[in-house]
């Protein structure tokens, strides 16, 4: 609630003028309606194919058929501060995983999707997202000679950055013997390759074009969205190592006439190293194989490099927060208002996104 109230001050509004609400997962809009006193509809579908940013852009096509004025949209993380209650007879040993995920002998397999490659990879004792992109990671090391140093430029670039976040998690320097000394986690991901779990809630207002003139900042515009639901899962495409954001990006730059060289600024979802490094090619900014090198030495993606990355510090140095931080500090960046972190010429055009795997979104704003 305080990061809700926060946003609809900054846009210039009050609780009565709230429309509209959508989130994923979070706390349900009936209780933040109650606790704002007002009676906001449900704007969170009508595009399900964004993966987390889907809330943003259900909200984004609410705005654009007249549904609602203004759509608070919040994303809440509770990542330390709770557990997951698990139920069983008392006394009893949990099953293990792969066992719980396992089908039936003799079961018929139904057609691939995202969770049966978990099946299968559970089964295989890869029990973690970390296990199952680190396959795609060291596919893309095999096919294009990407290095482990490359990835550490990633992880350095982001801590160089959360630096000058008051916010972030991380902001004690780190150098690339200390990347390449963290602990292994699954080859060739170390502990310093993996986002930090953190609590922390992050909104944002969408609203109708008409109110530009009346809003407090400069006002950030929606140019372009794109989203894949995740054909051919985690490891069936036929272009593998490829993800869904190559799907997502085409989807998105086929709605504008925008091409990767007019990025300013880009806010690529780091869960692991690795996904930024698919979504710099994903994205076209980047050929197949050729974001290794574009990011190493870290001068490229630096704040006062061709194109800044991750400028927050992203979620390996500022934290977790499912790549709404992301959305909140491209907002900051296109508006000239990210402070000690600004990037020196304010960029007009910039990407974000979310993903990875079989589910990926991404949104283009100008400003």
Request: net charge negative.
């Amino acid at each position: 609630m305080e990061a809700v109230r926060a946003a609809i001050a900054d846009a210039g509004l009050v609780a009565a003028d709230i429309d509209g609400i959508a989130t994923l997962g979070d706390t349900p809009a009936e209780e933040v309606n109650a606790e704002l006193q007002i009676d906001a509809a449900d704007c969170g579908t009508g595009f399900g194919t964004g993966g987390l940013l889907s809330p943003v852009m259900s909200s984004c096509r609410a705005v654009s058929e007249r549904r609602a004025r203004h759509v608070v949209v919040y994303r809440t993380i509770q990542m330390l501060g709770g557990t997951v209650p698990v139920k069983q007879e008392e006394n009893a040993p949990a099953p293990p995983l792969a066992r719980m995920l396992e089908l039936p002998e003799g079961a018929p397999r139904p057609a691939v999707g995202p969770m049966d490659d978990v099946t299968d990879l559970v089964a295989a004792r890869a029990y973690s997202a970390a296990n199952w992109l680190a396959l795609h990671c060291r596919r893309h090391m095999e096919l294009y000679g990407t290095t482990k140093e490359q990835l550490g430029w990633l992880a350095l670039n982001g801590r160089r950055n959360a630096a000058l976040n008051p916010l972030a998690v991380y902001r004690d320097p780190m150098t690339m013997d200390d990347y390449l000394g963290a602990r292994l986690v699954s080859t060739p991901f170390g502990l310093l390759d993996c986002d930090v779990p953190i609590d922390g809630s992050v909104a944002v207002v969408v609203s109708s074009a008409d109110y530009v003139s009346d809003c407090p900042h400069r006002a950030v515009r929606v140019e372009a969205i794109g989203g894949s639901d995740g054909a051919g899962g985690w490891f069936h495409r036929d272009d593998y190592p490829k993800m869904a954001m190559s799907d997502a990006t085409a989807q998105m730059w086929s709605r504008t006439e925008l091409k990767p060289a007019d990025l300013g600024v880009a806010e690529l979802y780091d869960g692991f190293t690795y996904l930024t490094i698919a979504w710099l090619e994903a994205l076209g900014i980047c050929g197949d194989g050729e974001a290794g090198p574009f990011v190493e030495g870290g001068t490229r993606i630096a704040r006062d490099g061709a194109l800044p990355l991750n400028t927050y510090g992203g979620q390996l140095s500022a934290g977790r927060m499912h790549g709404y931080w992301a959305l909140h500090e491209g907002i900051l960046q296109l508006r000239g208002e990210a402070g000690e972190r600004q990037v020196s010429k304010r960029p007009e055009v910039g990407v974000v996104s979310v993903g990875g795997g079989p589910v990926a979104g991404c949104m283009l704003l100008t400003c």
